[in-house]
């Protein structure tokens, strides 16, 4: 294989993930290489990429020390049990990880997606109101429009009914607080909008309505990435902080996408200056290079569940895949990338250029709102009548061919650069959106 070998021409043993696998296999579009910002399309284009993958590639493709740093441990220990065994590489990633991240987030549980990681903190705040002798706290809050993966906890908590429908009765005892998008009052807000703090009070209504001592933990994402680019709005994070306090909730924030510098910061926890008591990420971990998720657990959390007899196992969980060597080995050089090229500063000092570009949208064809924070922005398009998605999926369709890869979810168009972008670049991908939403219906 070169990498340019054409696509075969039977596409159909592969059951593709969140797509529409039959118009897509009429229609294909394969990446066959990649290299910074870029990457090659099978049929030889360079494509600039405006969604770090998957809000993945926080460093750019093919970051050399990580490409390296994979190269070299591939040779070494391909593989060492995680269970009641370790190997070196994932205690010293686990150390620098509690170090990079907030207040006493020390300690680290890892898992090998963002689902996983979902399922791991949701797991861990049942256990730890157990081990705490509050093992009724059983109920689990979730946010619509919240997106934590595709583990039966994680859409039982997510709010988004395509996710949840074919998929029977879930699980009981979950409960959901409203979303925080108010077009009304925010659209076209320029970072975090000022309406919607009291939204947080919904989880007041949630304890009035089941009692605070059924409730084990609420989960967020900081800022929900998958719905849309739904930036909370300014003190809506701290007041649901001081809610979860008061009734003795865990507070779980899910970074998948907002963590290792989206939005300028390590994690959304340290823009915002609000503490969960549990942080999960994914993605950015490992630039997307090698699949790897971890967990972040304070103190009070971990301490509480690890006590008892020292020969028991205190928590019965786990994957065959935490702490994969290769992924350790890749996800130590990409904090390497991250520091010594300052690429969370460097996304920092963008955010302004790129709230601009982004903004530059705001009264072309179809726009209804434009939101942004960090290196992240949402450009909200009217939904053809009858036809939810349909235009913004024509929209990408168009910027694909045009050489800019942009994601839509609905009608929204999502941008997620990784934080290697140039302004230049980050003006081409606001160009060619423009391009395509003047040239559809
Ligand atoms: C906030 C959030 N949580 C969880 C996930 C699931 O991660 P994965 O696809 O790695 O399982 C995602 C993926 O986009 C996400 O955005």
Request: glycine share 12%; net charge negative; proline share 5%.
């Amino acid at each position: 294989m070169d990498g340019l070998t054409p696509p075969p021409n039977d596409l159909g043993a592969y059951w593709m993930p969140f797509t529409a696998n039959r118009q897509f296999k009429a229609n294909p579009r394969l990446l066959v290489a990649a290299d910074g910002m870029y990457y090659r399309s099978h049929d030889g284009r360079q494509v600039l990429d405006g969604t770090a993958g998957l809000w993945c590639v926080n460093a750019g493709h093919n970051a050399p020390r990580v490409t390296e740093a994979i190269r070299q441990a591939a040779g070494v220990l391909d593989y060492a049990p995680s269970f009641q065994m370790g190997h070196p590489g994932a205690f010293r990633l686990a150390s620098r990880l509690a170090e990079l991240a907030p207040g006493d987030l020390n300690h680290v549980f890892f898992t090998g997606s963002g689902s996983e990681s979902v399922e791991t903190a949701l797991k861990i705040a049942l256990a730890y109101h157990r081990a705490k002798g509050q093992g009724q706290r059983t109920r689990l809050i979730g946010r619509e429009r919240g997106y934590h993966g595709v583990g039966f906890g994680g859409i039982a908590v997510g709010g988004i009914l395509n996710n949840r429908r074919a998929f029977g009765s879930l699980f009981a005892g979950v409960d959901h607080l409203r979303h925080t998008h108010d077009p009304a009052r925010n659209a076209f807000s320029r970072g975090q909008p000022t309406h919607g703090a009291e939204l947080a009070d919904d989880l007041e209504r949630l304890v009035a309505l089941h009692g605070a001592d059924t409730i084990a933990a609420v989960i967020v994402e900081p800022l929900a990435g998958s719905t849309g680019v739904l930036v909370p709005p300014v003190g809506y994070l701290e007041r649901l902080r001081g809610i979860c306090d008061r009734h003795g909730i865990l507070l779980i924030f899910d970074e998948v996408i907002t963590g290792f510098g989206r939005l300028g910061a390590p994690f959304a926890a340290d823009r915002f200056g609000v503490l969960p008591d549990l942080m999960t990420t994914a993605k950015g971990l490992t630039n997307g290079a090698v699949p790897m998720g971890a967990v972040f657990a304070r103190d009070h959390v971990h301490d509480a569940i690890v006590q008892g007899p020292e020969h028991l196992i205190e928590l019965f969980h786990g994957y065959t895949y935490s702490g994969h060597p290769l992924a350790c080995a890749a996800a130590e050089a990409v904090l390497d990338t991250y520091a010594v090229e300052g690429l969370f500063e460097r996304a920092a000092g963008l955010e302004g250029a790129f709230a601009d570009a982004v903004h530059s949208l705001r009264g072309k064809p179809h726009v209804i709102d434009v939101r942004n924070l960090g290196l992240v922005g949402g450009i909200e398009l009217e939904s053809r009548p009858g036809a939810p998605g349909g235009r913004a999926h024509e929209v990408f369709v168009r910027c694909y061919g045009a050489g800019v890869l942009i994601r839509v979810t609905g009608d929204i168009i999502a941008l997620s650069p990784p934080l290697i972008v140039e302004e230049g670049q980050i003006a081409r991908m606001v160009e060619t959106i423009a391009d395509a939403l003047a040239a559809v219906e």
